[in-house]
């Protein structure tokens, strides 16, 4: 998503400017758009303000009228960026910006059009007509690592000979076995989670891989989808979690605006007092 970084041009707010003051403008999203939009009193804050367009050359900034504050992310003011982003995403593919983007005024947003211009025209052709979708992966660990030791021989061999030398059983022996677990654990992670991406490739334009959190994660991925292909895409998941029913948990969610695959630096003024 559009993240924004020191430099010149326009005037965001910083963290260090907590003043209640009028006329803020908090952006939400960038879309392709040339005819002034409305999309209703959705906005973030506790008045809920009217969310609506400003306009340069072909782009519009999906914005509502804030105070000049820094909003904390609570799960109210996240859900309510995020609302604003899927009532848009109803009807176009939209840049989301950062939770908490305000700039002072119209202009300043303007500026922000002009000067990344290019940029924003360019990311908004190539995520065109698609959406995201993510898809995290989870096991039982110590499941897997039961059944690893029935199948895999070594395992095996190692833990019969941990059994028969009791309290007696040797260092090496006691690290050879948990060396061989945690490698074979490892590369049954990695056979699922390519199985996985192998079956939906053909159904999406292109696939992230986020860092998995926690250890019963295998799998945290985002997919960038056609919208053409967002039943065949959603076939696709049906299709691998009954595959792996039983032993892989699915948590399939989406669409989503395309978080994962907008990265765009912004150059902006840090506001100063």
């Known amino acids: ?11 965001p707010v910083t963290p260090t400017d907590r003043r209640l003051a009028v006329g803020g403008k908090y952006v939400y999203c960038i879309i392709k758009e040339s005819a002034p939009r409305e999309f209703g009193d959705i906005g973030i804050g506790e008045h809920r303000g009217r969310v609506y367009t ?30 604003v982003n899927e009532t848009v995403m109803r009807e176009y593919t939209p840049i989301p910006m950062s939770f908490g983007t305000l700039f002072r005024t119209d202009e300043d947003v303007l500026e922000l059009l002009r000067s990344t211009y290019q940029t924003f025209d360019t990311v908004l052709e190539q995520i ?20 690893l030791a029935q199948e895999d021989a070594e395992i095996s061999r190692l833990r019969e000979q941990l059994e028969r030398s009791g309290e007696g059983a040797s260092y090496y022996t006691r690290m050879e076995l948990g060396r061989r677990i ?12 390519n199985a996985i ?10 696939a992230r891989r986020n860092k998995p959190i926690g250890d019963r994660m295998i799998m ?3 997919f960038l989808v056609d919208r053409e292909q967002e039943q065949q895409f959603d076939d696709g998941v049906k299709a691998v979690s009954r595959d792996y029913e039983g032993v892989l948990t699915f ?4 669409p989503w605006p395309p978080y994962n695959f907008v990265n765009i630096k912004l150059k902006l003024e840090q506001a100063t007092s």
């Open 1 to 11: 998503m559009a993240q924004p970084s020191p430099s010149a041009g326009t005037e």
């Open 54 to 83: 400003l306009h340069h050359n072909g782009l519009a900034a999906v914005v509502s009228d804030s105070p000049l504050r820094i909003y904390d992310p609570t799960r109210e003011n996240v859900l309510a960026h995020e609302f």
């Open 128 to 147: 065109r007509d698609k959406t995201e979708f993510g898809l995290k992966v989870l096991w039982d660990r110590d499941r897997v690592i039961a059944s």
């Open 182 to 193: 945690e490698a074979a654990v490892e590369e049954a992670g990695a056979r699922y989670v």
């Open 197 to 206: 991406l192998e079956a939906l490739r053909p159904h999406a334009v292109a």
């Open 220 to 222: 945290n991925a985002a």
């Open 251 to 254: 948590k399939y969610t989406g």
